[in-house]
């Protein structure tokens, strides 16, 4: 198998680590060898976090190439306008469509930009939810992230029951049950 290539992005306190987590054990579970790079950035002010998972027979190095992702997963609107240009042209892009203001943004020195999903969907395949109101729905915000997950899950190699699995053990125990039904969500959609 060739390498595969999976980034993530969001900003800090999105769950981006959890989600490569998950990810990393399931490769790791299905016979992989897998690769894990975390840029943390300014996480715990809100500022980008990126994260990249590399996975196949054999993997030399864990940081993704521009041009090369074929999943990029993003938990905020800008921050898939960010870092689009890691996708391969026949990549896939999964946004959350929220928006979180940047500090630029908040201090009125730049403005957010409109259109972003309109815009990405020009050059990508972009599959978009709005993780956030269904996660409300679930009674648990928090969870949006496996929403998220759950419709990147569609688009890779692996079936629903090694997601699920994987989700079952690395969650925290009494977090399982609404982390599944997050992640359910996503895959339906």
């Known amino acids: 198998m060739t ?14 680590l959890l989600t490569s987590r998950i990810l990393g054990r399931l490769m790791s579970d299905a016979g992989y060898d897998v690769k894990i790079s975390e840029v943390h950035g300014m996480a715990q002010r809100g500022g980008s976090v990126v994260t990249f ?10 940081i993704v190439e ?9 938990f905020e ?24 203001d940047p500090m ?3 201090t009125g020195a730049e403005e957010y930009p409109e259109g972003i999903i309109e ?19 679930l009674g648990n915000q928090r969870v949006f ?7 990147a899950a569609g688009h890779m190699d692996f079936t629903k029951e090694q997601w699920t699995g994987v989700i079952e053990n ?10 599944l039904k997050a992640f359910e969500v996503g895959y339906a959609a």
């Not at 521009?66 to 993003?74: K, R, Y």
């Not at 815009?119 to 729905?137: C, F, G, N, P, Q």
């Not at 690395?170 to 982390?179: A, D, G, L, Q």
Request: net charge positive; proline share 4%; charged share 25%.
């Open 53 to 62: 998972v590399r996975y196949g027979d054999k993997v030399a190095e864990p």
């Open 77 to 100: 609107r800008l921050e898939a306008l960010r870092y689009a240009h890691f996708l391969k042209k026949d990549g896939v892009l999964i946004v959350n469509d929220e928006r979180i």
């Open 170 to 179: 690395t969650v925290p125990p009494k977090t399982v049950e609404i982390n």
């Open 145 to 151: 992230n496996l929403v998220v997950l759950g419709m």
């Open 119 to 137: 815009r990405l969907s020009k050059e990508h395949t972009v599959y978009s939810i709005d993780a956030m109101s269904e996660a409300k729905k």
């Open 66 to 74: 521009e041009g090369q992702a074929d999943v990029l997963i993003a």
């Open 104 to 106: 630029p943004v908040v």
């Open 3 to 16: 390498t595969k290539n999976i980034m993530i992005v969001g900003v800090g306190g999105q769950g981006t």
